[in-house]
C-alpha cells in the first residue's frame, strides 16, 4: 500500500492521455482550422525510435511540428508515429508519450510542459526537478496563453 498519492504522477498521466485523445482525432479527421502543434521530447527516452541522423543532430530534446506536411500518423496506447520530412526526405519516428516534454497548439494558446528525470534505474519518472539543459529553446504558445508548469500543484 502506497503511504500517499502521487497527485503529480497521476495529472501527468491524465494529461498525457489528453495528447493520445487529441493525436488520435487529428489521425482520424486531420487537423481542424488553424490547429498545430510544437511537440519537444527527449531523444534518449526508451522507446524513441528515429532515423540516426536525426539523432545524431537532436541528441538530448527535440521539437516537431505537426502543421501541413505530415504523413502516417498513428496512435497506440503508449506512444505515437508520424512521418516528417526533413530536408524533403521522409523520415518515421516514433514518440512514446512519456518522453513529452512539451506539447503546445500556438492556435489556441494552450500549452503543457512535463518536467521529467531519469532515476537510478535509468527509466525515466515525472517528479519535481530542475528544467533540464534545452537544446532548442522552450515551446510557448503565441499571444497571453502561457504553458501549465504542474510544480505549482505540487506538494513541496
Known sequence: MAKSINYGQLMHKALRSLIAEVLAQV???GLPGAHHFFIT???TH???DMAASLRERYPGEMTVVLQNQFEDLAVMKDRFSVTLSFGSVPHPIVIPFAAIRTFADPSV???LKFDAHETAAGTAKDEPT???PRD???V???GDGEV???DKFRKH
Open 41 to 43: 521530447f527527449d531523444t
Open 148 to 150: 501549465v508548469s504542474l
Open 27 to 29: 489521425a482520424r479527421d
Open 109 to 111: 494558446n494552450f500549452g
Open 140 to 142: 510557448k504558445p503565441a
Open 130 to 132: 530542475e528544467p533540464p
Open 136 to 138: 532548442p529553446a522552450p
Open 46 to 48: 526508451p522507446g524513441v
